[in-house]
């Protein structure tokens, strides 16, 4: 199949962020370390006593081999900002800080314009745009309890792995479980939503417990044809609409050896959302939404879920497993699981790591049915749904400050096999995507 003028445009924009990359490994070293612990005082990039500034730039460029919605090229470059105030340094403040966060993302969504999956093949799609992403106050007794509030994303805490640090695919941070079961996709990335989380204990070292409270729909109100990022595109528009989304999440396990990967960690979350939510298959009298005269979906008062998180390190290899469940009847995505690992320390080089990530997402009975009554009413080959898998494979390689990451991700029944309206109704067949991710960190 040839590729299009659009491709190969894409592909010389992939190109072009690849050599800007291979630019930047020609410079001098920087150091490279992780983000500064907001409740601690940062002693690097500092701007004044208890400020500092981070930051981190990201290229990514894909090639879709095969299936998917067409072969072909995209590529994005995100930029991602970092202010951090230690209120008892600058103001003898004890206990208090307070955070700002801001990117600025260009380029192509590879998923809307290659895969056509439920997952991003990449944690930074997004439309092309400058906004603000957090800006909150905190309040923390360290190893003790911390309360924040402001503007916040729940993927920088709740239902992560730490093993999956390294997976570029986005259902790997935040899952397409959640994603397709709150409005807007939930407050995550690339929204924040108004809220506060309180956190108990120490959940990211040792065992605690963390609680929050958000903005039921972080999109705001927007038309219904409309994408919610077109509405909040900048993140100035906070958002106090759609009810409220409860979310509590119980940690138990090994205390952090150092830098190393814990010795084991279980993670117990739920969530609650009291908004409206639609029927996926039935209307307010009882009929299949998939009959000419149905009205409109049945509504419910609300939604509700649950996971588990389960991760244990043996040795230098670190595996993870996730679990997702909510409720048919308004959910199209009832349930994903995840499995996976991190290679770390490896024999020929340990400063690389070795990532592998399988996900699937499983469509809800009341969804299959609807799309078997479809295939009835209209006697066509509408295809039922059933599910999504994604497969990733990467390798991490630090030099310095720079981060370069090869990855093939093999998605398997892209949209879990839904009908594809320009693909004639049909479903989409499997894609092949190959890519590489590059990272600086200042």
Known sequence: MPISTGSRRGARRATLLVAVGLAVLLAPPLRAQEAPDPTEACDDHVLASGLCLGAEALADGFVNLDGGLR???????????????DLDRMAGLRGWSIGLGAYALVGRRPTETLTGGLAPASGAEALPTAALADA??????????????????????FARADAAEYLVNSTFSWPVALTEALPSGGPAYPFAAPGLRLSLADPDQGSGLRLALFSGDPGGRYGEETEPQRHNRYGINPSFTGGALMLAEAVVGADRPGEAPRPWVLRLGGWY???????????????SLADPRAGAPRRYGQNYGGYAIGEVALGPVAIFARGFYAPPGRNTVTAQGDLGLA???????????????????????????????????????????SHETVVEVNYNLPLGAVEIRPLVQWMLNPAAGAAEERRGNRALSDSLLVGLRLQITL
């Open 136 to 157: 909150w106050v905190q309040y923390a007794v360290p190893g003790r309890a911390s309360l924040r509030v402001g503007q916040m994303a729940a993927d920088n805490e």
């Open 343 to 385: 290679w770390r320390d490896l024999p020929w080089r340990p400063q690389d790591t070795l990532s592998l990530g399988v996900s699937q997402a499983h469509i809800g009975r009341e969804a299959r049915r609807l799309d078997r009554e479809t295939a009835f009413v209209t006697r066509s080959a509408w295809p039922e749904r």
């Open 71 to 85: 072969r072909g090229a995209a590529a994005l470059g995100q930029v991602k900002l970092t202010l951090l105030a």
């Open 273 to 287: 959302h009291n908004g409206g939510f639609d029927d996926v298959r039935r209307d307010s009298a009882g009929r």
